[in-house]
């Protein structure tokens, strides 16, 4: 993978939730935020894809199996854009006003999904989200790890994504772990089969320190 310098906003605090399906992104997400508000912070909890006009027409199309089959590069392109309407529209002006903005899924989710998953060149793609997202970076990535064969249990509907082969998930998976592995100053991995509440105060106690 190419050496992107990467960017850190110098005010507020950006903070992504990645992982594989099942892994408990949104209801880490949300548990972070409330713990936050109550200390005082204004938070901004958001997502990808969707958290836009724009980005919802983009879900909508990459999530509903009725899209049926797109081309590899289209559905990367896609993501690529909500992308850039979030970075625009929701991330940035939260940032410069100091706030603190919690992702769920954000730059890795790219390059594991579409990079591993699909098995685009890693290099390209990682081009292609970086530009789109002025290559900002999140203060802290916190990476829950599952198993893919627990996670997928946990839904009883699938959609696009979550109806791909496990082999799919399982290299999605390592990649997750191979970018935490990379850059492990801001990454927090944690095991998604822990209590919840075990979770959600390991991963306060990094974000206050980060906050302090």
Do not use: N
Request: one cysteine or more; a negative charge.
């Amino acid at each position: 993978m190419r050496d992107f310098p990467g960017f850190y906003s110098e005010s507020g605090l950006f903070v992504c939730f990645e992982g594989g399906e099942g892994a408990g992104k949104s209801t880490q997400a949300r548990r972070l935020g409330d713990r936050l508000r109550e200390d005082g912070h204004v938070v901004v909890l958001t997502r990808e894809p969707g958290d836009t006009p724009v980005g919802a027409e983009m879900r909508r199309i990459v999530l509903d199996p009725a899209t049926g089959e797109l081309a590899d590069r289209t559905e990367a392109l896609l993501y690529a854009a909500d992308k850039a309407e979030h970075i625009h529209a929701v991330v940035r002006p939260a940032l410069e006003r100091g706030e603190v903005v919690i992702t769920d899924r954000y730059v890795d989710s790219t390059l594991a999904y579409q990079g591993a998953g699909r098995a685009l060149d890693v290099d390209e793609l990682e081009w292609v989200a970086r530009w789109a997202t002025e290559d900002l970076r999140p203060h802290l990535t916190v990476l829950l790890d599952l198993e893919p064969s627990t996670g997928l249990t946990r839904f009883e509907e699938r959609d696009r994504i979550e109806g791909e082969s496990l082999e799919f998930h399982q290299r999605v998976r390592e990649a997750f772990l191979g970018l935490a592995a990379a850059d492990p100053d801001h990454y927090l991995v944690l095991d998604a089969r822990d209590d919840v509440e075990k979770i959600a105060i390991a991963v306060l106690d990094r974000v206050r320190g980060l906050l302090s």
